[in-house]
């Protein structure tokens, strides 16, 4: 009995590695997101970079709920810009849930405090939290052919600038794993720069 049940195992397992595809449509989210919960301050204790200029350390944002319940943002981050100047940003950024079935899946709009610092909208999609510990944002700005993603950045937020326990880090290892981004990820310092 016991073996049989080990030749089952096996027979099943690289079936299960090979039916993950990459396709973003297909990633889970956090299910009945809940904005309220995550309100308050998290630190970036890792991030996936997107192409082109990105947040570099020290990564903050505090997020308070407005008035028709959306999420609103600020935010601060370390940037170098024009590849030599190293600033502290200061974001603000609004949150939009444009189907109520997924409100983990937000569109973020968001615009510089200085006028040298870029504005625009990104996907902002919660792909998992405790909301008291951690949270896993995920972001593709454009799509390959076939559906995997040409261009994503992903964040690793933590409520406590310390980083996160071990415990914690296995669950957020597997939803990097199940967005196609494990291995990808670099930690961020939180020096106090800004
Ligand atoms: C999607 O296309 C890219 C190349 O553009 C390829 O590397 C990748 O394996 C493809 N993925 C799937 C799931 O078809
Ligand atoms: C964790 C940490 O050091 N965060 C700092 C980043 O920058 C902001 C504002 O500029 C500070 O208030 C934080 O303490």
């Known amino acids: ?64 709920l407005g008035s028709d319940g959306t999420l609103l943002a600020t935010s601060q981050g370390r940037v170098k810009l024009f590849g030599f100047w190293v600033i502290c940003a200061d974001m603000i950024a609004q ?37 008291n510990h951690y949270a896993l944002t995920y972001t593709c700005r454009s799509l390959k052919k076939n559906g995997t993603c040409a261009d994503s950045y992903s964040i690793v937020f933590s409520r406590n600038p310390q980083g996160l326990p071990p415990s914690i880090q296995k669950i957020v290892h597997q939803k990097q794993k199940d967005i196609c981004l494990s291995g990808h990820f670099k930690p961020v310092l939180q020096s106090g720069a800004c």
């Not at 397992?13 to 009945?32: Q, R, T």
């Not at 569109?107 to 870029?118: C, E, I, K, N, R």
């Open 95 to 131: 949150f939009t849930v444009s189907d109520p079935n997924t409100p983990a899946k937000m569109y973020m709009t968001y615009q510089g405090l200085a006028s040298y610092l870029s504005s625009g909208g990104d996907e902002y999609w919660v792909i998992d939290t405790d909301y």
């Open 1 to 64: 009995m016991r073996s049989a049940g080990h030749i089952c195992l096996l027979l099943i397992m690289p079936s299960l590695g090979l039916a993950h595809n990459c396709i973003v449509d297909s990633f889970s989210v956090k299910e009945d997101f809940d904005p309220t919960k995550y309100t308050g301050k998290w630190y970036a204790v890792s991030k996936k970079d997107p192409e082109g200029i990105f947040l570099q350390d020290n990564i903050s944002a505090e997020y308070i």
